[in-house]
């Protein structure tokens, strides 16, 4: 006969990272946000939803825990030769803007030019990720990412555009969806020759 799996049986396995404890002074905080919007804390559906809530916030801002520098520490020397355009195009990432709280929704482009040495490519997205999950404006967003990796990697050239709906902006406010804010840091080559910007950003799609 055969065996049925019991995921059960998995112990710690099946049990889910374990859950931060949430102070009582955050917790009451998020009720009181609750009883000012008009409902009440204390009905049933809502009993354990502050906890969630700060449980939520712990995880959308865990950037602040990460040294983004950090993910940029191994790199390969021996790449043959390779002196092109290194590009992560595209990848989803989310924040929340410091004026209101609010998701950022968007994609971003990760470029560079290396001089001697390149780097896992997906550091590239935890770095971005590790600023990301912070309460940020999109600007100072694009200028950490872009400082990090010129810092980090001492490469020819950077290039970092991001592309974001701001929910701000759609769900309250103006409410205007469909719009996307677009900022861009170019450094080295990519700041300083035209053809080398041209090129890069025709890679990213622009
Ligand atoms: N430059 C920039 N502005 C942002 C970003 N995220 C949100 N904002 C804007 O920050 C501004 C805050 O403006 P305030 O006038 O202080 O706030 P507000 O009264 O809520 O503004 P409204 O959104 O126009 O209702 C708004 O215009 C937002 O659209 C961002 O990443 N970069
Ligand atoms: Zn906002």
Not at 42 to 69: F, M, N, S
Not at 82 to 101: A, G, N, R, T, W
Not at 105 to 118: E, Q
């Amino acid at each position: 006969m055969a065996q049925i799996h019991d995921p059960a049986e998995d112990g710690d396995l099946v049990a889910g990272p374990a859950k931060i404890a949430v102070p009582e002074e955050v917790a009451n905080a998020i009720r009181t946000l609750i009883r000012w919007s008009g409902d009440d804390p204390d009905r049933e559906g809502l009993i354990d939803t502050p906890h969630r809530v700060a449980r939520a916030w712990k995880e959308y801002c865990q950037g602040y825990g990460e040294d983004p520098a950090y993910h940029l520490g191994r790199v390969f020397e021996e790449v043959g030769g390779y002196d092109e355009i290194v590009l992560l195009k595209d990848i989803p990432f989310q924040s929340h803007c410091e004026h209101h709280m609010a998701p950022i929704i968007g994609k971003a482009s990760i470029a560079y030019l290396p001089k001697d040495h390149v780097v896992g490519i997906s550091k590239l997205a935890r770095v971005l990720h590790a600023f990301a999950r912070r309460l940020q404006v999109q600007e100072r967003l694009t200028a950490e990412v872009a400082d990090c990796i010129w810092n980090g990697l001492k490469p020819v050239g950077v290039a970092v555009v991001i592309e974001a709906s701001h929910a701000c902006m759609t769900a309250r406010g103006v409410r205007t969806p469909g719009v996307g804010m677009v900022t861009s840091r170019m450094m080295g080559v990519f700041r300083d020759d035209e053809r080398s910007r041209q090129e890069v950003l025709k890679l990213m799609g622009y």
